[in-house]
T-cell receptor, first 115, second 114 residues
Framework: GENVEQHPSTLSVQEGDSAVIKCTYS??????FPWYKQELGKGPQLIID?????GEKKDQRIAVTLNKTAKHFSLHITETQPEDSAVYFC??????????????FGQGTILTVHP | SAVISQKPSRDICQRGTSLTIQCQVD?????MFWYRQQPGQSLTLIAT?????????ESGFVIDKFPISRPNLTFSTLTVSNMSPEDSSIYLC???????????FGSGTQLSVL
């Protein structure tokens, strides 16, 4: 099965700085990589995802990059704001290929943005 | 996406008892899943809730401990049976949309077992 490693486990930045979270995966057949944001007391929220046929995807202040050769993908948040403070999870398809809802999650990164 | 409602949102239970968690979706979905998030940990897939047939469990999870029902395409229940403190977790209902590729979560049920 897929194995996903996520770093760092905690990340503290000043408001306006950029934040980068990295994940590596083990199954070269995996072709879909989502990122989730979880606020306290809430379920994970899908914030951005990328398929293996592209190297980068952006959505306003959030971007995801994918390096298939190295089997890693990263979340980039620019111009961070206090409301970006949350736990972020990366994920990859549990059995490789397409997820069909079955994901293996990274260990999570606690992001704190200081005003 | 879809609106996914879970009940209860939280509960405190005594060891040895059982709790049934309900999940209601505002549209018909083919793929529905249950995940567990232990305190301060990541998410782990428990099972796929199959409509009209038995759920498909992942390694480490069994039907006797986590029976699941899926009577229709908008509703599912997860029961945590014969609870112990190790079952204290957040239990999350989720649905796969857009061909099943994108996974969306409910708000979760925070369970504490004393």
């Amino acid at each position: 099965g897929e194995n996903v490693e996520q770093h760092p486990s905690t990340l503290s930045v000043q408001e306006g700085d950029s934040a980068v979270i990295k994940c590596t995966y083990s199954d070269s057949a995996s072709n879909y990589f989502p990122w989730y944001k979880q606020e306290l007391g809430k379920g994970p929220q899908l914030i951005i995802d990328i398929r293996s046929n592209v190297g980068e995807k952006k959505d306003q202040r959030i971007a995801v990059t994918l390096n298939k050769t190295a089997k890693h993908f990263s979340l980039h948040i620019t111009e961070t704001q206090p409301e970006d403070s949350a736990v972020y999870f990366c994920a990859a398809p549990r059995g490789g290929g397409t997820s069909y809802g079955k994901l293996t999650f990274g260990q999570g990164t606690i992001l704190t943005v200081h005003p | 996406s879809a609106v996914i409602s879970q009940k209860p949102s939280r509960d405190i239970c005594q060891r040895g008892t059982s709790l049934t968690i309900q999940c209601q979706v505002d549209s018909q979905v083919t793929m529905m899943f249950w995940y567990r998030q232990q305190p301060g940990q990541s998410l782990t897939l428990i099972a796929t809730a199959n409509q009209g047939s038995e759920a498909t469990y992942e390694s480490g999870f069994v039907i006797d401990k986590f029976p699941i029902s899926r009577p229709n395409l908008t509703f599912s229940t997860l029961t945590v049976s014969n609870m112990s403190p190790e079952d204290s977790s957040i239990y999350l209902c989720s649905v796969g949309l857009q061909g099943g590729e994108k996974l969306f979560f409910g708000s979760g049920t925070q369970l504490s077992v004393l």
